[in-house]
């Protein structure tokens, strides 16, 4: 089956950093969401984006959908971005399910 | 309003007892999902409503079993758990399958 990979696993970054996480798979797919899961659990979706950029605000996202990977870049890391960024993708004729990768755990430290 | 909401936020049951988890979307999305997540990992699917047809991933046991009232409402039956099915349970909504999915704050459940 298809593999997502996200890297780096962890990443810790003082307030104001700049960051780069990726996300790679391994066949053809239909979408790609980024989503951000707070330490308190709660999931939001980042993006959805299954190929090109989209900017919101800090953040930003890069589907190269040829190349089999997404970028999210954060800039002017602040506290509130801690937490772990998940990639999804959907496969085509998956009956719907994303298939995630592991995770970034990010630490912001002030 | 992208707003998904859950009921309880935190549930203690032992393994005999019968509960409930209630999820509801007032955004007007036609796809309500449930997932399981256990710590460090990320989201499992467990179950689609799409269009009032449900899917199943077909390695989530018997004692859980969903019901979707209405287009708003999508319920998860809890019957003889087991401890390892504790976890985080979260709700999500999208307003067809294959886009944006919105996630409730979930569901804590530990099963003594």
């Known amino acids: 089956g298809i593999q997502v990979e996200q890297s780096p696993p962890d990443l810790i970054l003082q307030e104001g950093a700049n960051s780069t996480l990726r996300c790679n798979f391994s066949d053809s797919v239909n979408n790609l969401q980024w989503f951000h899961q707070n330490p308190w659990g709660q999931l939001i979706n980042l993006f959805y984006?299954?190929?090109?950029?989209k900017q919101n605000g800090r953040l930003s996202a890069t589907t190269v959908a040829t190349e089999r990977y997404s970028l999210l870049y954060i800039s002017s890391s602040q506290t509130t971005d801690s937490g772990v960024y998940f990639c999804?993708?959907?496969?085509?004729?998956?009956?719907?399910?994303?298939?995630w990768g592991a995770g970034t755990k990010l630490i912001i430290k002030p | 309003d992208t707003e998904v909401t859950q009921t309880p936020k935190h549930l203690v049951m032992g393994m005999t007892n019968k509960k409930s988890l209630k999820c509801e979307q007032h955004?007007?999305?036609?796809?309500m999902y449930w997932y399981k997540q256990k710590a460090k990992k990320p989201p499992e699917l467990m179950f689609v409503y799409s269009y009032e047809k449900l899917s199943i991933n077909e390695s989530v046991p018997s004692r859980f079993s969903p019901e979707c009232p209405n287009s708003s409402l999508l319920n998860l039956h809890l019957h003889a758990l087991q401890p390892e099915d504790s976890a985080l349970y979260l709700c999500?909504?999208?307003?067809?399958?294959?886009?944006?999915?919105?996630f409730g704050p979930g569901t804590r459940l530990t099963v003594l």
């Open positions: 999804a993708v959907e496969l085509m004729d998956s009956n719907y399910q994303l298939i």
């Open positions: 984006i299954p190929s090109g950029t």
């Open positions: 955004m007007g999305h036609r796809a």
């Open positions: 999500a909504s999208s307003w067809l399958a294959t886009d944006t999915q919105y």
